[in-house]
């Protein structure tokens, strides 16, 4: 056995025995212990002796018992660590089910006998299994028992008595039993039913420790039907308990007074029938163990400094006086100056203080580390590091990341830069830490504030910018995309449907079918990730960050982490809308219904499925209704295929709430769905071609006419358009119209690309995060219908 150090060993030798007699002396002895030990037995002359080890170590005690002039030894092993001993209490559970047995019910022979179980319970609110058992019947029967699930039938054919058992078992194997009694005889068939099995309560056996509450509750036992009473049937021989506390009509509460069984007894009665079922609950008391814990913690280190300083010469303070310890007790404090410039002869006073200093000689890192100690001896460590000299000048970009084709060149400026060390003038030096394997390209005029680079293979390049104010340099850079000479064209192996493009991860988000899926179209690397969805789709929308986004299903909603291409959850949304919003935040917003009237839109959390609000929009409308969201104003901008009018309601992207509401009120200026925003929310397109304030609906122009889609840049101060044209049946165009400047002037026609030696024509266009312009295309025909046709993503 093992005991740890300063416990108390028992030794118990009641347990010996003679044939001819019993045992009449008993002699302890320790016969081995480990070196230092002084600790000696207590009642070594008994049946039971007590130690207590004071070294860890191997003991050995020896035990000598006598009887009849005769003696016998045996040896105990004990092993004593500095381990707190762990407490390891097997409690057993005796159950015996209890048995109702039902007042028996009288039938003709040929009448049915249902026996329906479907109200049995179980106290823990688990599910409850039910086993149906023939017990008896007349002789000569051959009448059987049907069951299935929780119901029963049987049909009596011969005059007499049948028995039937229905045993209800809860998941920890707990039971109960109600047993039946039909007797049928020889008149016209009814229909005998019963619906009654006793519940199962568990916990019919536990242990406690005398002189502590023990609570007894049958609430779960008792029905609205039936009264119980609680009796003490049992308890041990030197108890003085004499009756139970009554919490409540039937709960009990009593505190063992001496170690032992105790027996409680709860009789439950069914007012109506006066059946009755009896539950015991066996109660094993012990004295309750004896803890005594001795514990010791290292206490906390805090040393602070301040992180810079400009000038060689001043003296710096140290600070570990946020030190502390978990008892509260004094500690002590040792420092040590552990990292210095080269050079450097700088050392620490008062290094056995909480608040030692040192003054700087030489430019660069210092690093003290303090060492606090407690009165038991426990310590702790913690640096501190103080950088001296000049700071080192900002690096300020104009742009961090770009995307250009091979063949064409890229500039980035660092001449916003500046630094705090006034002495200096800035100087700069650019370098290509990153390029594809055989490009031999070079950066033009390397020393210049502004990158002149033309890349000269497709793939992934950095350029380093190491500024400099003539005594600390500071080092950034820019990430460039180059994609090949034929603008990155990536081909769509499937018919794409609804598209978006998300700038920060610079990939079309894009739905097929057949199967119904979401795709991730990467057009640098040409990679195209496809994320399974549940059902087809009726909307699509992304977060202003692009990093989620959020698919209407008919009745339900899905959010996909565009970032991961990962399905995060699929939610019910309580109704047939026809458009969604997503917020960054992971809250959809859903409005509209198909083929219905709809006044509302609901928020939903797009990652657990719960609705969190649901209110008005500016006017009800008729069928499918379509928008887009600016999370930078907190509005959904909506309008009606049946109507003409635009409107918007207010929301928290955040939190998901919906306050206020407005519309133009008017059907004028042909505005009609889809909707897109301008690159910074002021402006609102119109798929009639027609453009408005976001601010108040103020119409403010046209692109001449109706479009299929619109991208706006704010950066490229720009507006690209694929133009409908007036054919039937529906025809794509070859060329993106452009419009420049603030008001939108008319800058000519962009012709789409040829593809494979086919002319190439958009279904939409999108601007990517360097203000490149993405086209989803088709060739083949300029039909949305025409046999024969390929998609791509073009990039120009």
Do not use: C
């Not at 407490?87 to 022979?109: C, D, E, H, L, Y």
């Not at 009606?640 to 008017?666: C, E, I, K, P, R």
């Amino acid at each position: 056995m093992q005991a740890p150090v300063g416990s108390t060993l028992t030794l118990d030798g009641t347990g010996s025995t003679s044939v001819s007699g019993g045992v009449t002396s008993y002699l302890w002895t320790v016969t081995t212990k480990p070196a230092g030990s002084t600790a000696a037995l207590q009642n070594a002359t008994t049946a039971t002796a007590t130690f207590a080890p004071d070294v860890a170590g191997s003991y050995q005690f020896t035990l000598q018992v006598g009887a009849n002039g005769m003696t016998a030894s045996t040896v105990m092993p004990v092993t004593v660590t500095a381990a707190v001993p762990v407490v390891n209490v097997n409690a057993s559970v005796n159950f015996a089910g209890p048995v109702n047995t039902r007042p028996t019910q009288s039938m003709s022979v040929g009448s049915v006998i249902a026996l329906d179980g479907t109200g049995s319970t179980d106290a823990n609110g688990g599910p409850v299994t039910l086993a149906f058992s023939l017990l008896s019947a007349p002789a000569g029967s051959t009448a059987a028992l049907v069951a299935t699930g929780a119901a029963a039938r049987l049909t009596p054919d011969i005059v007499g008595a049948y028995q039937v058992r229905v045993r209800a078992t809860s998941p920890s194997g707990l039971y109960a039993d109600s047993v039946h009694t039909f007797d049928a005889a020889a008149l016209a068939p009814t229909m005998a039913v019963s619906t009654s099995v006793s519940t199962v309560i568990a916990n019919s056996s536990l242990d406690a420790a005398v002189g502590n509450i023990v609570s007894l509750d049958a609430g779960s036992y008792t029905s609205y039907n039936s009264e119980g009473t609680w009796a003490v049937a049992g308890k041990p021989y030197s108890s003085a308990l004499a009756q139970l506390t009554t919490v409540s009509p039937w709960a009990v509460s009593f505190v063992p007074d001496a170690p032992g069984t105790y027996t409680l007894q709860y009789t439950v009665v069914d007012r109506t029938t006066g059946a009755s079922a009896v539950h015991r609950v066996i109660v094993k008391a012990d004295f309750g163990p004896v803890a005594i814990v001795t514990a010791s913690a290292a206490p906390v280190a805090q040393a602070v400094g301040p992180s810079y300083v400009a000038a060689v010469g001043s003296a710096i303070t140290l600070r570990g006086s946020g030190s502390q310890d978990p008892a509260g007790g004094a500690l002590t404090y040792s420092w040590v100056l552990d990292t210095r410039p080269a050079g450097s002869t700088a050392t620490l006073t008062d290094a056995a203080t909480a608040t030692p200093s040192f003054t700087p000689d030489k430019d660069g890192r210092y690093s003290a580390t303090l060492t606090v100690t407690n009165a038991a001896g426990l310590r702790a460590v913690q640096s501190a590091s103080v950088e001296v000299g000049n700071r080192p000048p900002v690096v300020v970009l104009d742009r961090s990341q770009a995307m250009v084709l091979q063949g064409g060149s890229i500039t980035a400026s660092a001449a916003s830069s500046y630094s705090t060390n006034t002495s200096g003038t800035l100087s700069y030096q650019w370098a290509l830490d990153t390029r594809p394997t055989g490009s031999v390209a070079s950066i033009g005029a390397p020393n210049s504030a502004t990158l002149n680079f033309a890349p000269d293979v497709p793939g992934s390049y950095y350029a380093s910018v190491t500024v400099t104010d003539g005594q600390v340099s500071a080092v950034s850079g820019v990430s460039i995309t180059v994609l090949s000479a034929t603008a990155g064209t990536v081909p769509l192996a499937y018919k794409p449907l609804q598209m978006r493009f998300s700038k920060s991860q610079n990939k079309l988000v894009v739905v097929s079918i057949n199967p119904n899926q979401l795709h991730l179209v990467d057009p640098a690397a040409g990679t195209d990730v496809a994320i399974a969805l549940p059902t087809t789709v009726k909307a699509l929308s992304l977060s202003a960050d692009g990093r989620l986004a959020g698919v209407m299903h008919e009745g339900a909603v899905s959010l996909v982490d565009v970032v991961t291409g990962t399905l995060l959850n699929t939610s019910i949304t309580a109704g047939s809308q026809t458009e969604v919003f997503t917020a960054n935040s992971g809250v959809v917003f859903v409005a509209g219904a198909s083929n219905s009237w709809s006044g509302a839109v609901s928020a939903i959390n797009g990652r657990t499925g719960a609705i969190i609000a649901t209110g008005g929009l500016y006017s009800s409308s008729y069928g499918t209704l379509r928008g887009v969201m600016s999370e930078s104003q907190g509005r959904l901008y909506t309008l009606s295929d049946s109507f003409q009018s635009l409107s918007w309601t207010g929301v928290n992207a955040t939190s998901g709430s919906l306050s206020g509401t407005g519309g133009q009120g008017s059907y004028t200026n042909y505005a009609t769905a889809p909707l897109w925003l301008s690159g910074d929310d002021a402006l609102l397109f119109t798929s009639g071609g027609t453009y408005f304030r976001t601010s108040d609906f103020q119409y403010t122009g046209t692109l001449g006419s109706a479009v299929f889609s619109v991208s706006h840049s704010t950066t490229a101060t720009e507006a690209v358009a694929l133009a409908v044209s007036s054919g039937n049946p529906t025809q794509y165009p070859e060329v993106l119209k452009r419009f420049s400047g603030s008001l939108l002037f008319p800058a000519g026609d962009i012709r789409l690309p040829v593809i494979g030696g086919s002319q190439s024509y958009g279904l939409a266009v999108f601007h990517a995060s360097d203000d490149k312009r993405v086209s989803v295309v088709q060739t083949g025909s300029n039909e949305a219908q025409a046999s024969g046709i390929q998609y791509f993503l073009v990039v120009r």
